[in-house]
């Protein structure tokens, strides 16, 4: 039977979160993360079978997890990736395995000078803990950051191809998967230097992924600010509105996240906190009316998120590390996804998970957090000011079990009990 690896030693700070289950993937941390599942074979006289995917912090590759039973997540394998790449993020829909290939930042634990894979590959999960490779695209350039996938013949890239500066929207066909092809792409004027362009916004880049609903695509563009793009002809993405978010917030990485709702005219847009110790701009969680969607206006902001009683510290802010949003939940139409249009969960880096109540959507409020115990083993560089916790993604399965991961931890398995 599978047993679960020990908890992290240490005291973890947590409001209406149980920790249920861990597993430390053989020392490797883990980042984005997507879920699988395989169903029940009365012929074979098996029952569902749930699979945890997780793209690997520090090392290129990613992890296969069995999480059937959440409280004993039985490690199954690590599939080795392209040396010299970020390998990031996973994407998982209708058998499906999107993972994505991209140049290291430097400083990241790249190699400089050396080769590096770059695109995303395409994987059959006909076997969950064997996927075999369907193919590869190439974007001739840096590879793809984060994109989106939730079935279907469509990946929406996040790609940086040869010519442009900061990464650019592209839609790719992968009907055939052994030869996936672009159908289109869209980018922020300026960006485009191969063609002469200039003056693009500071740090205009889509950080991704594009998120489709219907025949509209919503575009997290970093300083280049919210976008929202017609779709309905997919060779021809054009504009329909913009937001910017830059100033007042910081320009890196202005616009992290946008997730549309779908059945409200909201979407719940984020920012990452890059500097350590806040040497930044504000950060921000925040509630965008796209009603009339020719003119989206922000119109909510969720609370910063304070420490807990008798924690050593006044302010997230005096901690090391970053301290600020990062990845949310995506439920991305998944019927094996947590699917709650009031409850938004969301990283926050040095301050862990936090849980919002957004059903009145002018007032967002906090109403559950978990803080990891700070790490005792770096297994990066990163954070630079101090070893402590920094929650990188949340995914929650349509079971109610939470997965989080960290720069310098394993996967924790959690459950909330909303208030």
């Not at 054009?238 to 202005?254: E, N």
């Amino acid at each position: 039977m599978p047993t679960t690896d020990p908890f992290p030693p240490g005291h973890a700070w947590s409001k209406g979160f149980t920790a249920i289950g861990y597993t430390d993937l053989q020392g490797r941390p883990g980042f984005k993360m997507a879920l699988h599942r395989v169903p029940a074979d009365p012929a074979r006289g098996s029952g569902e079978r749930w699979y945890l995917y997780t793209a690997q912090f520090w090392c290129s590759g990613f992890s296969i997890v069995e999480v059937t039973d959440p409280t004993a997540p039985r490690f199954v394998r690590y599939v080795e990736g392209t040396p010299n790449t970020w390998t990031l993020q996973v994407q998982i829909a209708e058998g499906r395995m999107i993972t994505s290939m991209e140049r290291i930042m430097p400083g990241w634990g790249d190699t400089p000078g050396a080769p590096f894979g770059e695109g995303f590959l395409i994987w059959d999960l006909a076997d969950p803990e064997d996927p075999k490779l369907l193919g590869h695209y190439a974007t001739g350039g840096k590879g793809t950051h984060r994109n989106f996938y939730a079935g279907g013949r469509y990946v929406h890239t996040t790609a940086l191809p040869e010519g442009y500066e900061g990464h650019i929207y592209q839609i790719v066909d992968i009907d055939d998967p052994a030869n996936p092809r672009e159908i289109s792409r869209w980018w922020r004027k300026g960006q485009w230097t191969a063609g002469g362009e200039t003056g693009a916004p500071a740090e205009t880049a889509l950080h991704g992924g594009g998120y489709v609903k219907g025949d509209r695509v919503y575009l997290p563009y970093s300083g280049g600010g919210f976008v929202i793009l017609d779709i309905s002809d997919v060779t021809r993405p054009t504009l329909v509105s913009d937001l910017s978010f830059s100033p007042p917030f910081a320009a890196r990485i202005a616009v992290h996240t946008a997730i549309p709702l779908t059945g409200r005219p909201l979407v719940v847009v984020n920012s990452e906190a890059i500097a350590e110790r806040c040497d930044e701009p504000l950060q921000f969680g925040g509630i965008v009316d796209v009603s009339v969607e020719t003119r989206p206006r922000l119109i909510a902001l969720f609370p910063l998120p304070i420490p807990p009683e008798g924690a050593p510290y006044r302010s997230f802010a005096e901690r090391p590390g970053r301290f600020g949003p990062h990845n949310q939940h995506q439920p991305q139409y998944q019927e094996i996804l947590y699917q709650d249009e009031n409850t938004v969960f969301i990283t926050w880096f040095n301050a862990g998970l936090r849980v919002y109540d957004i059903s009145i959507e002018r007032q967002p409020q906090e109403i559950g957090y978990f803080i990891a115990p700070d790490p005792l083993v770096r297994r990066g560089p990163l954070p630079k000011t101090g070893l402590v916790t920094q929650s990188e993604d949340v995914v929650v399965d349509a079971r109610g079990n939470v997965y989080l991961s960290d720069k310098n931890h394993g996967i924790y398995v959690l459950r909330f009990q909303r208030p």
